[in-house]
Nanobody, 119 residues
Framework: QVQLVESGGGLVQAGGSLRLSCAAS????????MGWYRQAPGKQRELVAT???????NYANSVKGRFIISADNAKSTAYLQMNSLKPEDTAAYYCNANIGFGSLSREYWGQGTQVTVSS
């Protein structure tokens, strides 16, 4: 019913930048929030940043001041601008969306896109 497709990952040197995109399609008539999570090998998946429908954002302390999350509601697309990348940012990045009304809302996940930062 809902598909999330990420793009923009890749290999970059430390200090560089990447921009991730997440396009939602299907039954996306009420997106409550979208966000980015990441999972490094051997570690648990962790929150990177979220953005609510009204524009309120939330960031992990480790990325504050370096990453910026934004969204184009008309396109049902979220973006993650990643600047001043560090090797510890290396991970698979997953898009997340909370879609639906009230108690019927559901969480959806994308397939992930790999970000590798070389030192």
């Amino acid at each position: 019913q809902v598909q999330l497709v990420e793009s923009g990952g890749g290999l970059v040197q430390a200090g560089g930048s990447l921009r991730l995109s997440c396009a939602a399609s299907g039954r996306t008539f009420n997106i409550n929030a979208m966000g980015w999570y990441r999972q490094a090998p051997g570690k648990q998946r962790e929150l990177v940043a979220t953005i609510a429908r009204g524009g309120a954002t939330n960031y992990a302390n480790s990325v504050k001041g370096r990453f910026i999350i934004s969204a184009d509601n008309a396109k049902s697309t979220a973006y993650l601008q990643m600047n001043s990348l560090k090797p510890e940012d290396t991970a698979a990045y997953y898009c997340n969306a909370n879609i639906g009304f009230g108690s019927l809302s559901r969480e959806y996940w994308g397939q992930g896109t790999q970000v590798t930062v070389s030192s």
